[in-house]
Every structure is written in C-alpha cells, then in structure tokens.
C-alpha cells in the first residue's frame, strides 16, 4: 500500500506541471477567442516573460528568434487578406531578422494591422510596431529605439571612436567593427523609411521618424512615452481593450517556490468607492 502511494505521488509530481500547461495554453486561447469575437480581427500574441523551466525553476529569458517569425508568418498566412490582425506584443526585442521579417508581412496584409502594445515593446518589437496601421498602448506603455547593435555595443557608439581617435591609434577590428556598424545605421534607417512609407506615410516625415529613432540618439533601452511617440508623428491610440489586460494575466510565471515581489488586493477600489458615494 506505501508503495502504491509513493507511486502515485511521484507520478502526480511529475504530471502536473504537465496538467497545468495545458489548463494555462486552453485559459489562453478561450482568452483570444474572446478578443477575436468582439473585434472581428485575427488574433496574434508574441510575448516573451521570464519563465520558470524544469524541476530546478532555472530562469531563462525569451528574445524574438526565428521560431516566432516562422509561426507569426504561418498564421498571417491563414488571414483572409480582408480580415483585421490584432497583433498583442510583449518583448524586450531580440534578432532584427527575425522582427523585419514579421514587420514586412504585417505591412504586406491588406486590412487593417493594429499591434498593441500593454506593457512594452522594445527594440525589434518597436520595429513590429512601426508596420502597424494603428498602434494601441497603455497610456504607461512604451516603445524603445531600434538603433543597430554589434555583438552587444550600439553600433553607434563604436562609430564615436573613428571621432575621438587618430586612425593610427585604431586596432583593425575596432575599424571592421566600425565599417559594419556604418552600414547597419543606413540600412536600418532605410528600413524604416521605406516601411513608414508602405503605410501611406510621406517621405520626409518617415525620414525624420527613421533619422530619431535609428542613429543612437538614446541608450538601447531608453523608454519612448506614447506622448514622445504621438509628438513624433505615429499614430498612436491608448484605448488597449480590457479583454488584452485579461490576456496578459495568464502569462505571469511565477519563479519557482519564490512569492511574487508584487501584491495586491484585487478590488477595483475606485469603482466600489462610486458606488458607495452614488448611495448616499
């Protein structure tokens, strides 16, 4: 008999994490369902969280890689060109192949593309956003610079060196580095260009955008407000549908046996507060 409990612990240890996964992905995909019913839209999410992995609850971080635009790619195809996207991101950024490849094809669909954006989208998810017909964000939401990086130094920092140094006193892989760090700032900012303008945009305006947010004028991760953003020209909307907020509560992972380094009581405390005073 202790055997058999012992046996049905460790095997309920072991298929549930299992049981929960696919409980979460079912709460997830009902959860778009919703957003997809009341929008007409197709829905398509990329978010990337600091998530727990395997028994030790080893953290890993997740970028966009080629996998995500592999699949974004497959479910734009299965888009009626005549269909909306609502496309829900959530990202630090990551390889700029994999997010211009993902910005073209949203750029490319005939009906309207809105990306919303709940909490951030950095770096190449900025790039994502800029081939959105609308942009919806929190009103506390940001977006990043999109500004090139060699290895894991801006681009446009390894250029300052040709500045401040005489050729002679400049190693040779400081100029190579240099040399491709050139290039990519011009095709980068061509890029946005040329995607600013695919969406109706005209040219000076997508240059100056392109010229803002390409060349290194801020650090990588400097935050960029929806009121920076609309200043520059983007047409940016905050009105994100709560069903997205919904959304965004099935992907919190929580890090192993760790509790959460932020609580709160789960009352919308300005709504009880109008009702109470509308009864007196």
Known sequence: ????????????????????????????????????????????????RQEAMGFLGIPIFRFINIEDSERVLRAIRMTPPDMPIDFIIHTPGGLALAATQIANALAKHRAPVRVIVPHYAMSGGT?????????????NAVLGPVDPQIGQMPAASILKVLEQKDLKDIDD????????????????KSYIKNLLISKGMEEQKA??????????????????????????????????????????????????????????????????????NSKV
Not at 173 to 188: R, Y
């Open 1 to 48: 008999m202790f055997n058999l409990l012992w046996f049905l612990f460790i095997f309920f240890l072991i298929l549930n994490p299992w049981f929960r996964k696919i409980s979460l992905q079912r709460a997830r995909e009902s959860a778009i369902r919703v957003i997809e019913e009341r929008r007409k839209s197709r829905v398509i999410t990329m978010i990337h």
């Open 127 to 139: 790039l994502i956003a800029l081939a959105a017909d609308e942009i919806i964000m929190d009103e």
């Open 173 to 188: 892989q400081t100029l190579i580095l240099a040399d491709v760090s050139k290039k990519a700032i011009e095709q980068m």
């Open 207 to 276: 240059m100056s955008i392109a010229q803002e947010l390409a060349v290194g004028k801020f650090t990588h991760d400097y935050p960029l407000t929806v009121e920076y953003l609309k200043n520059l020209g983007l047409n940016i909307k905050t009105e994100v549908p709560q069903e997205v907020y919904s959304l965004m509560e099935l992907y919190e992972q929580p890090m192993g046996t760790q509790p959460p380094s932020v609580q709160y009581i789960p009352v919308p405390y300005r709504q009880a507060d109008q009702r109470k």
